[in-house]
């Protein structure tokens, strides 16, 4: 006959203690962020008009515009605040390559993505390497974000370089148009464009 051995089950200090420390963990999990700081993005910065290589596309930034409805030349879209479309020229370096996000930061740090509610082709879409593609990118901002605005850019490679780049670009916008902005699509850019 086989004898079985009994599990010895843990005494009442040693549960106590395994709880103690689970429950630690738990605590120093949940502070983590408070109490180690993130590491942030490598960030480059360019003016308007030069180009600024954020690993793995070239982008330049030619300038940016506003309004308080936007069309696409079929419908109009009204918005509470106004309308910002960005010119910029993207191309890839190496091998394909795609801009997963742009956002507008205001002279208050608050950012605001591309507009979802608009058709933003150069996100998200790759770009061919060395061929540069031009178009604008939209964004919906209060209108009291209007002044000096900060465009980051944020590329998308799993194997990129350097790890969690972006740029960013300075960027003014005074006033929104009284026109309809129709935006720029994404074509490919003129030689010096």
């Known amino acids: ?14 549960l106590a203690a ?20 993130r590491t942030r993005p490598f960030v480059g910065e360019a003016a308007t008009r030069d180009s600024v290589v954020v690993e793995p596309v070239r982008v330049t930034v030619h300038g ?9 030349g ?8 106004v309308w910002v479309a960005v010119d910029v020229t993207a191309a890839a370096l190496d091998e394909p ?9 205001d002279r208050r740090g608050r950012e605001y993505a591309s507009s979802n509610r608009a058709g933003n082709p150069m996100i998200g879409n790759p770009f061919d390497p060395r061929v540069p593609e031009r178009g604008e990118v939209v964004f919906e901002l209060p209108s009291d974000a209007l002044g000096p605005l900060t465009l980051v850019i944020s590329p998308d490679a799993a194997g990129r370089a350097v790890p969690r780049a972006e740029a ?19 074509d490919l850019a003129e030689a010096g464009g």
Not at 97 to 105: C, D, K, Q
């Open 1 to 14: 006959m086989a004898r079985h051995r009994r599990v010895q089950r843990p005494s009442a200090p040693a």
């Open 74 to 81: 079929l419908a109009d879209k009204d918005t509470d605040g």
């Open 18 to 37: 395994m709880v103690a420390v689970v429950v630690a963990a738990g605590v120093v999990g949940d502070r983590a962020d408070a109490w180690w700081p």
């Open 168 to 186: 960013e670009v300075p960027l003014r916008v005074d006033e929104a148009a009284g026109e309809p902005l129709t935006p720029r699509p994404r």
């Open 97 to 105: 390559a795609a801009i997963s996000g742009m956002a507008l930061r």
């Open 64 to 72: 940016a515009r506003a309004a308080t409805v936007l069309t696409d």
